[in-house]
């Protein structure tokens, strides 16, 4: 599927949601090793992450 947007804002907002979720996922490991996050509280961040970029598309 390819996603089509109608502006830069969209692009802009997706790459934003895409760089949050990279960065938690690539660092998971150690940010429940760390104690930086439960594993509840890492899936509260990446839920936050989406929830944040469908906001900001349903604010244009």
Not at 10 to 19: F, I, P, S
Not at 21 to 48: M, P, T
Not at 50 to 60: G, K, N
Request: net charge negative; charged share 30%; no cysteine.
């Amino acid at each position: 599927m390819i996603a089509m947007f109608n502006n830069e804002d969209e692009l802009k907002a997706q790459e934003v949601l895409l760089d949050e979720l990279r960065n938690l996922f690539r660092h998971e490991y150690f940010l429940k090793a760390e104690g930086w996050y439960s594993e509840a509280e890492f899936l509260q961040a990446v839920l936050d992450a989406i929830s944040d970029y469908l906001e900001e598309l349903l604010q244009e």
